[in-house]
C-alpha cells in the first residue's frame, strides 16, 4: 500500500458525493483495484449496489481511511478542517508520560515492527483498555449517548484532582 496523499486524505472527507465508484475509491485509498475488491469479498470494506454499479459509500472511505493511516496523518492533511470532520472525542490530543526506560524501548520496537509510530502502538493499546473498562466507566467512549449529547468524560466537579500523565 503506498503512503496516503494529502490531497486523496481531503478528497475522502471532504467530498460532496455520497459514494465513489471502485476504481475512485482504490485510487484515494491507495490500493489497486484488486486489493478493493479483495478487502470488499473478505467484509473489511463494505460496498453498496447503486443504479450505476458497484460503489464506495463516504462514510466507509472515512472509516477506511482511519483504519489504514495513522490519524496524525489525516489530522495534518486536514489541517483547519479537522475540528469540523473529526469529532471532539477522538481528536488527537498530547499526551505526555514518564515511563521507565525499557516500556520506552519496548514502544519503539513495537511501532519499527509494525512500520508504525510509538503514537499508534499507544493509542492502539490504549482502545483495548477502554474495551475492557467496567460498565460504569464507558459512558466515557466517545461512542456513548452521554459523550454524543455534549457530557465530559470526567467533569470537573467529579475530579478530586487533575490528572497529569
Do not use: H
Request: positive net charge.
Amino acid at each position: 500500500m503506498t503512503p496516503p496523499d494529502p490531497y486523496d486524505i481531503r478528497r475522502i472527507f471532504l467530498t460532496p458525493r455520497p459514494n465513489l465508484p471502485l476504481m475512485t475509491a482504490a485510487e484515494r485509498l491507495g490500493m489497486t483495484l484488486q486489493e478493493l475488491k479483495r478487502d470488499i469479498a473478505d467484509g473489511a470494506i463494505v460496498a453498496v449496489s447503486t443504479r450505476v454499479g458497484t460503489r464506495v459509500t463516504k462514510e466507509e472511505m472515512i472509516a477506511t481511511a482511519m483504519r489504514l493511516w495513522d490519524q496524525s496523518v489525516i489530522e495534518e492533511a486536514l489541517g483547519d478542517d479537522a475540528p469540523r470532520l473529526i469529532p471532539e472525542a477522538i481528536r488527537l490530543v498530547e499526551l505526555r508520560a514518564r515511563v521507565p526506560r525499557y516500556q520506552r524501548d519496548v514502544l519503539r520496537e513495537l511501532a519499527r515492527r509494525d512500520g508504525t509510530s510509538v503514537d499508534a502502538i499507544l493509542t492502539r493499546e490504549l482502545d483495548d483498555v477502554a474495551r475492557r473498562m467496567p460498565r460504569s466507566w464507558r459512558w466515557c467512549c466517545p461512542t456513548s449517548p452521554q459523550r454524543s449529547r455534549g457530557q465530559a468524560c470526567f467533569p470537573e466537579e467529579k475530579r478530586a484532582m487533575p490528572m497529569v500523565i
